[in-house]
């Protein structure tokens, strides 16, 4: 299966996604993952990287772009992948749509985890505390917010025009959560 997951900062997504790509045995793929790495590497990609994720701002799409298309050539997307965190603008669901299409692919679901604002901010400021995330700090958080909703959060209704958005509420357990994403995709957790 071919699956992008979309959800505010703090919604849960990592987690999740996790757990679901376990269960659809496809890799999962977080480009705030594969960033974080290359910061933490001090590559020239991390470098770049980290002067935006410090500020709550977008890494530029050109950038995102390039590493999500060299992380799909990889053996291991050939039978699916799970997305965390990417398609983020209009211009990365255009570039996506070519990728799968230039592989005569497509997408089989986008799943929306969706989630009390309040809630989100209170995850987030503990996840600043627990983890030390230089891009946790309060006003940084409120700028992802605001961002993720100006750019990302309109980008769903593309995709329910499309047919393949399953929203599912991110609130409650992370089993009660996992169950839900489970039952939406007619995939079984356990
Ligand atoms: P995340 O862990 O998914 O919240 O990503 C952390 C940070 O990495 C984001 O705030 C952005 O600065 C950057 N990032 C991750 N994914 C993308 C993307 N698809 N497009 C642009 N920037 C991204």
Redesign the pocket.
């Known amino acids: 299966m071919r699956v992008v997951l979309m959800g505010p ?1 703090g919604a849960g ?2 987690t999740q996604a996790e757990i679901l790509a376990g269960v659809l045995g496809v890799p999962h793929i ?4 594969i ?2 790495l290359n910061v933490s590497k001090g590559t020239p990609l991390g470098v770049e ?1 980290k002067r ?2 410090d500020a ?4 530029p ?1 050109g950038v ?1 772009n390039a590493m999500v298309r060299d992380r799909l050539s990889h053996d291991d997307c050939r039978a699916g992948f799970l997305l ?6 209009v211009e ?1 669901v255009g570039e996506l749509a070519a990728m799968l299409r230039s592989a005569s692919l497509s997408l089989d679901a986008v799943l929306e985890l969706t989630v009390d604002i309040d809630e989100v901010v209170g995850r987030l400021v503990k996840r600043a505390a627990e983890q030390g995330r230089s ?1 946790d700090t309060e006003d940084v958080i409120r700028r ?1 917010l605001e961002v993720y909703f100006e750019q990302t959060a309109p980008l769903t209704s593309m995709y329910e025009k499309q047919g393949l958005l399953v929203r599912v509420d991110g609130l409650g357990s992370i089993e009660e959560v996992a169950g839900r994403i489970g039952a939406a995709l007619a995939v079984g957790a356990d």
């Open positions: 900062p997504k990592g977080s480009t705030g993952d960033f974080r990287a935006y994720m709550g701002e977008y890494v799409d995102t965390d965190g990417y398609p983020r603008t990365q891009d992802r």
